[in-house]
């Protein structure tokens, strides 16, 4: 999977290079994947064999790692519409792929996740998830959980209300969809949800802390990584930045963008949210890893979340409950003075 494992780690444990032989590594081999745009998606190794999915427009390759000269295996080019370049706001990349079952998931900027057989390099499957027309695109690295691939949408900046939603891995029929802003319906709020802090409780907070019904266009997305953890049954991810860029248009804590939510695996159902920048005026989203880990604090382990934002502040917060143990700014920063918990 794209982090390594559920808890976002992006741990190895290989061994084959150290401090003492780093100075002796020398280039083994290349690959062009001939698309001149930006690559964020890092490649699956999966056995013998490596995994790529480029950018627009979003080709797989499957390499051999066995063989002199790493030769292809196979190469998939996927239907993916040309307009969806003019609606991706910041390149048009692709943030890898996900393995489960003999498949290989990937998502193509138009608003569609496939499934790949992972031996032949055949379309197993396509769904259509975004709309284009709406400014919808998808960049993010699925993650398959329980049977089910988990996606979000990409367009905080294009006037989109962002979405998360799982499809069975086998059929690609999708299972469940949640919206991130919205009536409390619409964003799978509940019974299950106990946020930890007052402010974040009350009745439609995705559609009271906009103005008017600027929150059909609010931003939201997740563009970013989603992690899980098997215990709780819970994926934790984070939402991108409110739109429009004019702050003045929206006022308000715009909930639930630039925040960290946690849902049911199983249906989405939000369990806790926190806001991480509340009325986001700086495009800081809150879309980078969730690295679960247990931690002992105070004499007792905790089953943490650590979250390093774009808005300066390094957060661990108890993934069960949703409480912010400890928030400290890891760089220098200007915006804030300091998170009041």
């Not at 739109?243 to 715009?254: F, K, S, T, V």
Request: proline share 6%; glycine share 10%; aromatic share 10%.
């Amino acid at each position: 999977m794209p982090a390594g494992d559920y808890a976002s780690s992006r741990y190895s444990e290989l061994s084959s290079i150290t401090p003492e032989n780093a100075a002796n590594l020398r280039v083994a081999w290349a690959f062009s994947t001939g698309v001149l745009r930006g690559h964020e998606g890092q490649p699956l190794v999966v056995g013998n064999t490596m995994y790529v999915v480029t950018p627009y427009p979003n080709v797989s390759y499957a390499i051999d790692l066995t063989q002199v000269g790493q030769p292809l295996k196979w190469k998939f080019r996927p239907d993916n519409a040309q307009q969806a370049i003019g609606r991706a706001c910041c390149d048009v990349v692709n943030r890898g792929a996900a393995y489960a079952d003999g498949k290989i998931f990937y998502n193509l900027l138009d608003g569609h996740t496939i499934a790949v057989d992972a031996a032949t390099g055949t379309q197993v499957w396509r769904t259509k998830m975004g709309d284009l027309s709406r400014g919808e695109t998808i960049t993010m690295a699925p993650i398959v959980v329980k049977g089910r691939v988990i996606v979000g949408s990409s367009g905080g900046e294009m006037g989109v209300r962002g979405w998360i939603a799982a499809l069975d891995a086998a059929t690609g029929k999708e299972v469940w969809r949640a919206y991130n802003i919205g009536p409390d319906k619409d964003v799978k709020v509940g019974p299950k949800f106990k946020p930890f802090y007052a402010h974040d409780r009350g009745k439609d907070l995705g559609v009271s802390s906009w103005p008017g019904d600027t929150w059909k266009t609010g931003g939201g997305a997740v563009w970013g990584w989603i992690s899980y953890d098997p215990a709780l049954n819970l994926i934790y991810h984070g939402t991108s930045n409110p739109g429009p860029w004019n702050e003045n248009q929206r006022a308000g804590d715009n909930k639930w963008t630039a925040a960290i939510l946690a849902r049911d695996a199983d249906t989405g159902e939000m369990v806790w949210a926190f806001q991480v920048t509340p009325h986001d005026m700086w495009d800081y989203d809150a879309v980078n890893e969730n690295i679960l880990v247990d931690l002992p604090i105070k004499g007792q382990t905790r089953k943490a979340l650590v979250h390093f934002d774009r808005n300066g502040f390094a957060y661990t917060i108890d993934r069960a409950t949703g409480e912010v143990i400890l928030a400290e700014p890891f760089v220098p920063m200007n915006w804030s003075t300091g998170v009041d918990l």
